[in-house]
C-alpha cells in the first residue's frame, strides 16, 4: 500500500534560518512525489515535484526538496525562511500516472512556524 | 488563466440533510478529483472523474456521491449528513492526459468548500 509519512507535526524556526521539512514515502514501484502548502482557510498550492532525473528539486517561492531513493524521502528545505513562510506543508506520492491520476496520497501536515 | 472554482466556499446544515458541492475545474482540464479534509484525519481522496465517468473512488459510504458533466465541472452530494461529515472539501483539476511530456500529475486545489452539520 502507498502511503507518506511527516515525522514532525510541527517546525519552528526563526527567519533567515534554513528550514527542513521532513517526508518519507512507501510505495511499490516507482513514485511521482509533490508538496504542496496551504494557508488557513485555502485550498493546497503545489509547491515542486519529482517524476525522475535529478535528485534535487526546486519549485516555487525558494523551496526545493531532494529525492533520496535509498532513503526513501523527500525532504523539503529553504535557505533562509520567511515569516510568510509560516503555513501547513503536505507531502503527497503517487504510484504511476495510469487511471489515478486524481489520487494522491497524502501525509498527515507539518505546521510550519517562523518566527521574526 | 481562471482557477478552480468551488462553490459555496461555506454552507451550514443540519445532521439528516443533504448538501451538493460544485466544481468547476481549470479550462481544458478534464480530470476532476474531490478530497475531504478534517483536523483529525487528514486529506482524504474520495473519488476521481475524467470524461463523465467515475475513474477511481475512495472509502467512503455510499452516501458521498459525484458526477461530472460534459463541460467537466463537476458535482459532489452527500445525502443525510452526520456531524461527521463537517470538513473541508477539495476539489482538484488535472489535465488527465496520460502522457509523460504532457502532464506529470501535480493537482490543481479549488479553495474549498467547508461545510458545518450542526
Known amino acids: 500500500a502507498q502511503s507518506v509519512a511527516q515525522p514532525e507535526d510541527q517546525v519552528n524556526v526563526a527567519e533567515g534560518n534554513p528550514l527542513t521539512v521532513k517526508c518519507t514515502y512507501s510505495?511499490?514501484?516507482?513514485?511521482?512525489l509533490f508538496w504542496y502548502v496551504q494557508y488557513p482557510n485555502r485550498g493546497l498550492q503545489f509547491l515542486l515535484k519529482?517524476?525522475?532525473?535529478?535528485?534535487l528539486v526546486k519549485g516555487s517561492y525558494g523551496f526545493e526538496a531532494e529525492f533520496n531513493k535509498s532513503q526513501t524521502s523527500f525532504h523539503l528545505k529553504k535557505p533562509s525562511a520567511l515569516v510568510s513562510d509560516s503555513a501547513l506543508y503536505f507531502c503527497?506520492?503517487?504510484?504511476?500516472?495510469?487511471?489515478?491520476?486524481?489520487?494522491?496520497?497524502f501525509g498527515r501536515g507539518t505546521q510550519l512556524t517562523v518566527w521574526p | 488563466k481562471a482557477g478552480v472554482t468551488q462553490t459555496p466556499r461555506y454552507l451550514i446544515k443540519t445532521r439528516g440533510q443533504q448538501v451538493t458541492l460544485s466544481c468547476s475545474p481549470i479550462?481544458?482540464?478534464?480530470?476532476v478529483s474531490w478530497y475531504q479534509q478534517t483536523p483529525g484525519q487528514g486529506l482524504q481522496f474520495l473519488f476521481e472523474?475524467?470524461?463523465?465517468?467515475?475513474?477511481n473512488k475512495g472509502n467512503f459510504p455510499g452516501r458521498f456521491s459525484g458526477r461530472q458533466f460534459s463541460n467537466s465541472r463537476s458535482e459532489m452530494n452527500v445525502s443525510t449528513l452526520e456531524l461527521g461529515d463537517s470538513a473541508l472539501y477539495l476539489c482538484a483539476s488535472n489535465k488527465g492526459i496520460m502522457r509523460l511530456m504532457e502532464n506529470t500529475g501535480e493537482l490543481f486545489f479549488g479553495e474549498g468548500s467547508r461545510l458545518t452539520v450542526l
Open positions: 472523474y475524467f470524461s463523465e465517468t467515475q475513474r
Open positions: 479550462s481544458g482540464h478534464r480530470s
Open positions: 519529482y517524476i525522475t532525473g535529478d535528485n
Open positions: 503527497a506520492v503517487r504510484l504511476d500516472r495510469g487511471s489515478t491520476l486524481g489520487r494522491l496520497y
Open positions: 510505495v511499490s514501484g516507482n513514485p511521482y
